[in-house]
């Protein structure tokens, strides 16, 4: 048998290999010429954390198992966005959508959020493809970031979410072509022991698809994103009865989308938003602009006949809606008459009444389109007196204080501004309780998982689902990284967890941000940073000249000069003080300087800048 030592040092190694991988600290100080600082050995007590850390970050090992049915939440369950659900039988994975979530206000500098793969990243061999089931970044996104940790997997998407996926895939050049095959409704793939069959449902981007699985437990439904709309715009209403004949046929388990699951009622027609956006339409003798989201490619087919019929020309601003209309036109999802588009820099050769301005920035975004032009800071299209501004989307919640300062903007210039509050101008693209109640008594489901939301949402999803007399101990309000079984008879959360944690991108980097860079991001955001970089005699031990010191957000520096001299006195008395012995220790010295330095600027200032000592060695 092994020595406890042994075991120690060979965990230790392995977990080297992971430690590597995490983050650098941005503490990380430059030594350079002279006598390089030694590595210091690893003491015990490191040695265990270190071996620690590497078990929480292995996958727990869970055998194959044809008892159940596995499923395992990624993300989007306890959340808006990131949608990602692993299901599993024997040797086979079936993966449904890959999609990212936009970061909450303390990740400074975090573009996305993606789903933790690493459970699938040890199982590559057995997935047999990922279903997508629409094309919003909450369920596409994360693709070019996972594509090539799951082995290149078979995908499956409707025309539309293939397009839009390409498209993505193409703007990350360093990744391999992708293969997506089409699916449509009414198709069906084989991926293992599943059989996903595909039909169209509602929802405010064209070619949505919902998925009847066939397992060999029973049937699986997943509703995707939905609504029912009985009188949608340049689409087909679902089929009632297909899924109601799918219900005949018994339901194992359906999954349904809980994002509106706390909105009494049904959501509204785009009928019914069509003809209010024509009253604006009707009124209006200026300029019209139109701000939605860019992947609400139904408004936008709204406002495009709107604009034909009432002989406006139509100018769209905004990269994700000209790329997502051009995409959508190609596919015929949007019918856009020859000669309505204009370029917007031909503004001023039509009359204001013959122009429509579609555009992004309904949610008070800095750099999109609405905000430069509400600033004034738009190349072509400036605002007069009676134009009319259309905001055609909702608030997303954390957006309310952007888009009141938008909307300020807007009536300094004289403007009208209609939003969703004083009409329906705008309807959500989730199915409220109403339609909640509809789906669960078409499917009349055996088991219950409701999907797609904040836990609050999830939890009255479940709640609803009881109403609808789904027994209570047949419902499972689950998170992501839980493991949940599910067979003919039983349907519940095992004690086993896989990772789920955010996974951050920030620019090129995926993962490689971690708690401790964003804790560094969320200090220097709060008292900014205070950088002391100070030359050492190496033989001596003496201070060289004066410490420099760079301050970002904390101080001004000119102001501060009393402050700055205290300073430099400061870090010359500690580092001749910790140098006076034989063997220095730079790290020892520059743990000194962080701490007595962020205590005396507190004192002084009652603000606890980020402290980076930095020595350099002469
Ligand atoms: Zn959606
Ligand atoms: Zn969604």
């Known amino acids: ?32 010429g002279g006598k390089r600082s030694r590595e210091r050995t690893l003491s015990p007590q490191e040695r265990l954390q270190r071996f620690e850390t590497a078990v929480q970050q292995q996958v727990v090992s869970l055998p194959a198992d044809t008892k159940h049915i596995r499923m395992i939440p990624l993300g989007g369950l306890g959340e808006v966005g990131r949608n990602m659900m692993a299901l599993e039988y024997g040797d086979d994975i079936m993966v449904i959508d890959a999609g990212l979530r936009f970061p909450e206000e303390d990740m400074p500098g975090i573009d996305f959020i993606i789903p933790n793969t690493k459970y699938l990243e040890e199982r590559v061999d057995r997935i047999r493809g ?8 909450d369920h596409i996104g994360a693709l070019p970031y996972v594509v090539e940790k799951l082995g290149y997997p078979p995908l499956y998407a409707s025309p539309l979410t293939r397009g839009i996926l390409l498209k993505r895939q193409e703007e990350f050049k360093t990744s391999k072509k992708v293969d997506i095959t089409d699916v449509r409704d009414g198709d069906s793939v084989k991926l293992g022991a599943f059989t996903v069959n595909f039909f169209h449902v509602n929802h405010n981007i064209p070619d949505d698809l919902a998925l009847y699985i066939e397992t060999p437990m029973g049937y699986i439904i997943h509703t995707s994103d939905f609504k029912f709309d009985p009188d949608p715009v340049n689409d087909k209403p679902a089929d009632l009865n297909y899924i109601k004949e799918l219900g005949d046929k018994g339901v194992l388990l359906l999954m349904s989308d809980s994002t509106d699951a706390e909105e009494e009622g049904t959501s509204i027609s785009e009928r019914t938003i069509l003809e209010n956006l024509e009253t604006i339409f009707k009124e209006s003798d200026k300029k019209i602009v139109a701000a939605t989201f860019g992947s609400l490619l139904n408004r936008v087919q709204q406002l495009i006949m709107l604009a034909e019929k009432y002989g406006r020309k139509v100018i769209v601003e905004g990269y994700t809606m000209t790329t997502n209309l051009e995409i959508a036109k190609e596919l015929g999802y949007v019918r856009l008459p020859k000669g309505l588009l204009v370029p917007a820099k031909d503004i001023s050769k039509y009359k204001p009444e013959e122009i429509l301005i579609i555009c992004t920035g309904a949610q008070g975004e800095r750099n999109a389109a609405l905000m430069r032009i509400a600033n004034k800071e738009h190349r072509f299209i400036r605002l007069d007196k009676g134009d009319s ?39 959500g693209g989730h199915a409220k309780r109403a339609d909640l109640r509809k789906m669960i008594e078409l499917t009349r489901p055996k088991f ?24 209570e101990e047949n419902i499972v309000v689950a998170e992501n990284g839980q493991v949940l079984n599910l067979n003919k008879e039983e349907f519940f959360i095992t004690k086993e967890t896989v990772p789920a944690n955010y996974v951050m991108v920030d620019g090129l980097g995926v993962g490689d941000v971690g708690q401790i860079v964003l804790r560094d991001r969320q200090m220097m955001a709060q008292d900014g940073m205070f950088v002391v970089i100070t030359a050492v005699d190496s033989r001596s031990g003496k ?10 957000g904390f101080v001004y520096l000119r102001e501060s000069q009393e402050l700055l001299k205290d300073v430099r006195k400061m870090v010359r008395r500690i580092v001749e003080e910790s140098t006076s012995y034989e063997a220095v220790d ?3 010295v520059k743990n000194n300087i962080r701490d007595d330095l962020g205590q005396f600027l507190f004192q002084k200032t009652k603000r606890r800048p980020m402290v980076l000592p930095v020595i350099i060695e002469v």
């Open 586 to 588: 730079w790290a020892y």
């Open 543 to 552: 201070v060289r000249g004066n410490p420099d010191i760079i301050s970002r």
């Open 389 to 427: 501004i259309i905001f055609s989307s909702s608030v997303i919640p954390g957006n309310e204080r952007s888009v009141q300062m938008l909307k300020d903007a807007l009536f300094r210039q004289n403007v009208k501004v209609y939003h969703y509050k004083m009409m329906d101008i705008h309807a």
């Open 448 to 471: 219950f998982l409701p999907v797609h939301g904040q836990f609050s949402m999830l939890v009255n999803h479940s709640w609803l689902a009881q109403e609808m007399g789904v027994p």
């Open 130 to 137: 990922i279903v997508f089931t629409h094309g919003h970044y």
């Open 1 to 32: 048998m092994k020595d406890l030592n042994e075991v120690i040092s060979e965990l230790s190694q392995s977990s080297n290999k992971i430690e590597r991988r995490r983050p650098r600290r941005t503490s990380r100080s430059i030594t350079s």
